[in-house]
């Protein structure tokens, strides 16, 4: 399997207003990679993923996806290497869920889901995200659980090469949180995708991410192996937690 890389150097973001979000971001990422993006609330996290998936424009440094360690892929804003999960999605209307899903590849082969042209399998896809009851149910009638899974579900059937995870824990149960950090690292591996996620939940980072970097007032703060950042008891200083006793 062709080798993938992620990375930047350098990288910075300012708004209109000329403040800067984040700046000195650089890094690198390959194939199999799941990192988690930690940072207080405004930090900037959302904004580097954009950044890195090509939906904002840097104002500074380079993001790059690479097919070997310096062959650059035609452009990494390609549709086919990206998937992006945003924070929040508005639900759209007169969607049922397998007709959401399955958009994307019904608008390139110009047919329908029950043609049997499709080149997925959507049954699979829809009985691995839990989905099977809920397949012919509108997306306006779904729970907020149930729209996450149906949004992760259409991500795993683009079958990207790099998959940008805003918070895809949100709204989860325990056991569909659980699902999906098994399903996470089984898609980064057995595709050798990069999964760069961000959130806000300790525990689910602790169980997804074989790498952890961290941005806080506009630094990139923390770049490291997963191990070595919950060794290294740096959670509270990142988050500022004062001991209530002190
Ligand atoms: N276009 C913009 N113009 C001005 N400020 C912006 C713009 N986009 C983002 N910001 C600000 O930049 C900061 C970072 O936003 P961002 O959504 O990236 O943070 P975050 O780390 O993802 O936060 P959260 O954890 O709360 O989701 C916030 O203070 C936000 O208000």
């Not at 580097?48 to 939906?55: D, E, F, H, R």
Request: a neutral charge; proline letters at 2%; charged letters at 25%.
């Amino acid at each position: 399997m062709t080798p993938i890389f992620l990375k930047s150097l350098d990288l910075a973001y300012a708004v209109k207003s000329g403040k800067i979000l984040f700046r000195n971001v650089s890094f690198e990422f390959t194939g199999g990679d799941i990192i988690c993006l930690l940072g207080n609330n405004g930090a900037g996290k959302s904004t580097l993923l954009k950044v890195c998936a090509g939906l904002l424009e840097p104002s500074y440094g380079q993001v790059s996806l690479l097919k070997s360690q310096d062959d650059l892929l035609k452009s990494h804003k390609n549709r086919k290497s990206i998937s992006w999960l945003p924070q929040q999605l508005i639900r759209p209307e007169n969607f049922n869920v397998i007709e959401f899903i399955s958009l994307s590849d019904f608008l390139n082969r110009n047919t329908s889901y029950l043609s049997n042209e499709l080149s997925i399998d959507y049954d699979n896809i829809l009985r691995d995200f839990d989905l099977m009851h809920l397949k012919n149910t509108e997306l306006v009638d779904l729970s907020g659980g149930e729209w996450k899974r149906v949004q992760l579900a259409r991500i795993w059937a683009s079958k990207a090469k790099v998959l940008f995870l805003d918070e895809p824990e949100s709204d989860l149960d325990a056991r569909h949180k659980h699902d999906l950090i098994y399903k996470c690292k089984l898609y980064a591996r057995e595709n050798q995708s990069i999964i760069f996620i961000t959130s806000h939940d300790l525990f689910f980072a602790r169980e997804i991410a074989n790498k952890i970097c961290a941005l806080s007032d506009g630094l990139w703060v923390w770049n490291s192996d997963s191990d070595f950042f919950w060794r290294s008891n740096i959670v509270q200083k990142l988050y500022g937690i004062r001991n209530s006793l002190e």
